[in-house]
């Protein structure tokens, strides 16, 4: 049986909630999977795989997840990894945002080069401002959590496919 760590580092549960949704994709096909934060991971040598996943903070990864990368890359670019973002702006915000949300793993990716990546949208607690929508390009009326979970499940399928296809 194949072990997989999924790595998150969220502050709404937006990214734990996507991490459980890949861990059952997943579990349907007989991996053994962990769910964890960075912050509690001290041994990834048990794993065949390694997907870690965080949200954009002011068009950043969190740096939490950058300082995991950068503290294990020598056991990382051992075992297969992977990366996902999640951003409410991701595919609603202005092509400025987007550009910027598509180079923040490049600091990540230039320490342990990633398998796959997966880009998802998030969720946002409350409603942006009229300046912040202006500021954002977002749309008045955009719902508030954007997260595609057929696209999510489509992804994780098409991630254990290719891990899988790896060993």
């Known amino acids: 049986m194949s072990k997989l760590c999924i790595a998150y580092v969220t502050k709404t549960n937006t990214t734990k909630e996507i991490a459980e ?8 096909k007989s991996w053994e999977v962990k769910v964890l ?6 041994d990834l040598e048990e794993f065949d795989a390694i997907l870690i996943g965080a949200p954009i903070n ?5 740096p939490e997840a950058v300082g995991f ?3 294990n890359q020598a056991v990382l670019k051992e075992i297969s990894t992977s990366y996902y973002l ?3 702006l991701m ?3 202005g092509k400025i945002w987007k550009k910027m949300i598509n180079k923040s793993l490049n600091k990540a990716s230039a320490l342990v080069k990633p398998m796959m990546i ?4 998030g969720r946002i607690e409350d409603e ?3 300046f912040v929508r202006l500021l954002f390009g977002v749309k008045k009326g955009t719902p508030l959590d954007l997260r595609d979970w057929d696209a999510i499940r489509a992804w994780a399928k098409e991630y254990i496919q290719k891990v899988e296809s790896r060993k």
């Open 21 to 28: 949704e890949i861990a059952k994709v997943a579990r349907e």
């Open 37 to 42: 934060p960075v912050s509690a991971i001290d």
């Open 58 to 62: 002011g068009m950043q990864w969190l």
């Open 69 to 71: 990368v950068e503290k």
């Open 86 to 88: 999640v951003s409410y």
């Open 91 to 93: 595919n609603s915000g």
């Open 118 to 121: 997966g880009k998802f949208d």
């Open 128 to 130: 942006f401002s009229g």
